[in-house]
């Protein structure tokens, strides 16, 4: 005869209010400045990364002179494109301040400046996941 056993699960636990408001709140600083809340967690090197990466990529949509999708668009895409590019944060807000000239989609290199500035966003975007999960302590 055999007598099976059964290990009980490991509980899953929630994280204390307290670490959920710091996650919150690092998640709000990366959206403000990407690569900020890494770096108010002392991840140097990530948050100078994100940084970089985000800064360089959103930079260079402006100089392309890309568009910054409206929150009003005519489908679904348009306002999809609107959530990437808010995702970029503080580069979002400058873009809509010098946006003043309007984009330049009539060559390919306004078309590319579109996709970069929403690339900007998504990175950002996976930044905020990154840093969430390590405020909560899912990920180290």
């Not at 710091?22 to 940084?51: D, E």
Request: glycine share 12%; aromatic share 10%.
């Amino acid at each position: 005869m055999t007598e099976e056993t059964t290990v009980p699960a490991p509980a899953v636990q929630e994280a204390p209010p307290q670490n959920m408001k710091k996650a919150v709140a690092v998640v709000l600083a990366t959206w403000l400045l990407p690569g900020m809340g890494h770096i108010v967690l002392r991840r140097w090197g990530r948050g100078l990364i994100f940084l970089g990466v985000v800064g360089t990529l959103a930079i260079t949509g402006f100089l392309l002179r890309g568009n910054i999708f409206s929150a009003h668009g005519d489908d679904i895409f348009e306002f999809l494109g609107y959530l990437a590019d808010l995702g970029s944060g503080i580069f979002f807000l400058f873009a809509k301040s010098i946006e003043k000239a309007g984009p330049d989609v009539s060559r390919a290199a306004g078309d590319y400046g579109t996709r970069f500035i929403a690339t900007a966003g998504v990175v950002n975007l996976l930044c905020m996941l990154d840093v969430f999960e390590i405020a909560r302590g899912r990920k180290s």
